[in-house]
């Protein structure tokens, strides 16, 4: 498994966390997105795997969604 977190910008994350003026919301998006990740590219995956395409797209618009709000941080 690898670690997914090791790719965001902990300066970013920081910078959030001040424009909300607490870190906790920051911190608690963030531990819940990497938290559900594994799951979402899992689900990728598999959909792949069965050539479902409607979940394929689905699952990507998935991940797609909730990666939108992680962009501050890129």
């Known amino acids: 498994m690898s670690n ?9 994350l920081r910078a959030l966390a001040e424009e909300l003026g607490n870190p906790e919301p920051a911190r608690q998006f963030l ?3 990497l938290a559900m990740l594994t799951g979402r590219t899992d689900r ?12 394929t797209a689905t699952a990507v618009l998935s991940l797609k969604i909730s990666s939108a709000w992680s962009a501050p941080w890129k």
């Not at 990728?44 to 979940?55: K, N, S």
């Open 4 to 12: 997914h977190g090791a790719d965001l910008d902990s300066g970013r």
């Open 44 to 55: 990728i995956a598999h959909a792949l795997e069965d050539q479902d395409t409607d979940e």
């Open 31 to 33: 531990t819940k997105y």
